[in-house]
């Protein structure tokens, strides 16, 4: 009974998934939400809601989560100057493409003249971040924890305050504008009236949210691959188990610049497009308080889930760049209906813009004292774990025999 | 022990060596050697260096003197996942597994070294990184049923009872491909049935892989009823070394299990008797 276990696996089904009415349900909702999204523009115009211009630096946040969390999540890599890699994304754009960059003065006329095209530039922006990343990963793959957290911080404030310094190249605090625009089908990205199959077309920035929606789904479906792929597991391993990791073959330095740098990278393309849309950046923007909100909606959300971190930056940005407006206002109309001036003060005193923050730590402590995981965790633990079995169901050499028996065992318990 | 000399029959050669750590010499000098398809255990009294001597063959710890071969090449200066790479896997005394992560990969990370597959491969999911991970599942899986643990494929390790975390450990290293396997205590905290299960895995899986087993244990049970050659670690130095029976018998190790005797006249005459 030699039967050599590598060569003979026996192919079992280990995808069997039984069809449940649970999935069938969450591919609807599935469906549905991708249905609005997809529509959202033309729906914000009918309705008048005019969000839009909330809508796409609320994506580009999220965008910005899903890389952090490969950093955080998947890797367990404490990263508290994400926004540098942000910045060197943007300015990174802003070099090749703004008229007042030093290149601007060079490239036009030479070979290089189509470095200064948006994509192009978007194409360089990702690589180097990615590089930036990969230079920042390199002197810290020593340190572990706090330590790691420390020197991200550092970076995070170094960056900005080289954008300030270097004035010759960056401008300085005046930041850089304008920036090129991306140029799709005969339409200039934010510039009407736009001119597509000779018709003319008033998009206003319509075009920036399906740059920003493309852009975001790229990057969810490239980090799902990551994450079931070699390099996922092994940052899973790392995250869960540093020794352990390594006993197992896998290089841990490596490892972790890959994180860092394909985490930057993702940053990179948002920062692009977040220069492109506003027309103008500057070092303020960058700054450590973007880093911590970004981190908030990763670990808000769940840290390691990507629908979590997506639900956790839709939460946190929504309500900053929406709510907090709308129900300022909603509030104040209730106070005015009440007829009663007093009422109506006190109501109007009453400004959730102002107080933002306030709100947002309050649901920060609230949440994370409820739910420590985030609100949707990485993975639901079963909650009966499997010590409710017989320790070994299986008499002692019976267990062996069945080890090696190589077919039909479905033993069922 | 019909093993022959021959150097290519020596899968594991240890000599001199020692570990420092300030003042204290964990490990002194030890000379060691695994042959191939050999069981060999380690054991000695808590704190007799075993599972430093572990650390250094698998590289965790530098030694502070003398030298590891595996195959005839030194593993001096590699980092562990180099050496799991050159073929040793291991597991932990404690058991450390991914806990989060589901038994198959678990697995999967220990074939992490076998296989290929860069990031740019899985981003644009090429055919041969396809082939690659089906085939890697597939034999996770094999192994999960070597351990008799495949029913649990998609749990999360960490809600595994114990006895079950050390089969799994056992399935992930195995995954590497190991030619030599280190068990630090692989039947720690079990009970009798669970250990009697152990014993007979760890014999099957010498026999089927063709590994060498090195394991570290406490249970003489385990030692005796597995073991082809015993080695004894007393204060880092090593007191004997020879088949299970030998070493039950040498004074030495009698002497460090249980404490010298205190000698009297008609010992003596009983000790002489004896020789």
Known sequence: MQTDIRMTPGRRSYVEEPADPQQTRNRILQATAMAIVLAYPFLDLFFGWQALLAFIPMMLMITLALGLNIVVGYAG?????????????????????????PLASVLP??????????????????????????????????????????????????????????????????????????????????????????MKLKLGMIPYYYLTLVVGAISIFAIIRLRNSRLGRAWAAIRDDEIAAQGMGINPVTTKLWAFSLGASFSGATGAIFGAYLQTISPDQFEYSTSVIVLCMVILGGTGNIWGV???????????????????GWIHKAGALTGDPTITAAFNSFDLLKSRLLVFGLCLVLIMNLRPQGILPNRKRRETALTDLPEDDVAPDEAVMIAGAGASTEKSR | M?????????????????????????????????????????????????????NMVAGQYEPSGGRVIFNGKSLHGLRPHQITARGIGRTFQNIRLFTNETLLENVLVGMHSRLKSGPIASLLRLPS?????????????????????????????????????????????????????????????????????MISLIRRVRDEFGVAVLLIEHDMQVVMGLSERVTVLNYGQKIAEGTPLDVQRNDNVIEAYLGRRHKRPEDEVADGGTH
């Not at chain 1, 990263?79 to 960059?101: C, E, K, M, V």
């Not at chain 1, 006329?109 to 922006?125: L, N």
């Not at chain 2, 049923?145 to 998609?154: E, K, P, T």
């Open chain 1, 77 to 101: 890599l404490l990263d508290l100057g994400y926004a540098a890699f942000y910045a060197i994304g943007a300015y990174a754009a802003a070099f090749f493409t703004s008229p007042n960059s």
């Open chain 1, 109 to 198: 006329g030479s070979p290089f003249a189509w470095m200064q095209d948006f994509w192009v530039a978007m194409i360089m922006a990702v690589l180097v971040a990615g590089c930036a990343g990969a230079l920042l990963g390199a002197p810290t793959l020593r340190l572990r924890g706090d330590y790691l957290a420390l020197v991200t911080l550092g970076f995070g404030e170094i960056v900005p305050r080289l954008v300030k310094n270097l004035e010759p190249w960056t401008k300085g605090v005046k930041g850089m504008n304008p920036i090129g625009r991306p140029y799709l089908f005969g339409c200039q990205f934010g510039v009407d009236p736009c001119e597509i199959l000779g």
């Open chain 1, 310 to 328: 997506m639900l956790g930056g839709l939460l946190i940005q929504s309500f900053d760049r929406i709510f907090a407006e709308r129900l300022t």
């Open chain 2, 2 to 54: 019909t093993a022959s000399n021959a150097p290519s029959d020596v899968v594991l050669d240890v000599s001199g060596l020692t570990k420092r750590f300030g003042g204290l010499v964990a490990v002194d000098s030890v000379d060691f050697q695994v042959r191939r398809r050999q069981i060999v255990s380690l054991i000695g009294p808590n704190g007799a260096g075993k599972t430093t001597f572990f």
């Open chain 2, 129 to 197: 990184q396809r082939r690659e991970e089906d085939e890697a599942r597939e034999k996770g899986m094999a192994l999960l049923h070597l351990v008799n643990l495949d029913r649990f494929a998609n749990e999360a390790a960490g809600n595994l009872p114990y006895g079950m975390q050390r089969r799994l450990e056992m399935a992930r290293a195995l995954a590497s491909e190991p030619q030599l396997l280190l068990l630090d205590e692989p039947t720690a905290g079990m009970n009798p049935q669970e250990t009697v299960n």
